[in-house]
């Protein structure tokens, strides 16, 4: 069965540093992976995906995420954090051929300036 | 083009009574998916619709059900609600020709007293 794992329930960074959200993912064959971003009392919102290419994707809002397939993992990354980015951050897999996606428990990003 | 529209925003049922949830895709996408979020739970798939197909189906008991109309709209239904089906139900559109990514609603917010 795929899975995807977020391992933080919240990461605190200070407005102008780097921040790191991760995810570690378990799948059979090539995965699919997203990252979606969810503001209080929203839907989803899409920020970048990996379906096969660079292992660096640039997605919205000035984020990227690394794929590396030895450590099986797609963290989320931004140079320079804003207090807007706080949100809830989701990393999902896709079941192939589906529009079935695993999602991950979720990590509340905390930017204070 | 407007967004992936879902009606009614918030709702208040009691133990029991059913429920219809209505969802009206981004204008050309065929492809509908549901998910329902809760604290306890995260985010987990309910049904995937296109073309008014049900393609696939999450884990869930019978009482939820759905349906696809011939111009894309989608409903979901739940019956004999339970406490446990309070939630922040999702509706998500795909253009399935062109794009790998899911846009998602705000989500109607449903509460079983």
């Known amino acids: 069965a795929q899975s995807v794992a977020q391992p933080e329930d919240q990461v605190n960074v200070a407005e102008g540093n780097p921040l790191t959200v991760k995810c570690t993912y378990s799948v059979s064959g090539n995965p699919y992976l997203f990252w979606y971003v969810q503001y209080p009392n929203r839907g989803l919102q899409f920020l970048l995906k990996y379906i096969t290419g660079d292992n660096l994707v640039k997605g919205s809002y000035g984020f990227e995420a690394e794929f590396n397939k030895s450590q099986t993992s797609f963290h989320l990354k931004k140079p320079s954090a804003l207090v807007s980015d706080s949100a809830l951050y989701f990393c999902a897999v896709r079941e192939g051929g589906t529009d079935k996606l695993i999602f991950g428990t979720g990590t509340r990003l905390q930017v204070f300036p | 083009k407007a967004g992936v529209t879902q009606t009614p925003r918030y709702l208040i049922k009691t133990r029991g009574q059913q429920v219809t949830l209505s969802c009206s895709p981004i204008s050309g996408h065929r492809s509908v998916s549901w998910y329902q979020q809760t604290p306890g739970q995260g985010l987990q798939f309910l049904f995937e619709?296109?073309?008014?197909?049900?393609?696939n189906k999450g884990n869930f008991p019978g009482r939820f059900s759905g349906r696809q109309f011939s111009n894309s709209r989608s409903e979901m239904n739940v019956s004999t609600l339970e406490l446990g089906d309070s939630a922040l139900y999702l509706c998500?559109?795909?253009?399935?020709?062109?794009?790998?990514?899911?846009?998602f609603g705000s989500g109607t917010q449903l509460s079983v007293l």
């Open positions: 619709y296109f073309s008014e197909t049900q393609r």
């Open positions: 998500a559109s795909r253009d399935s020709s062109t794009n790998e990514k899911l846009f």
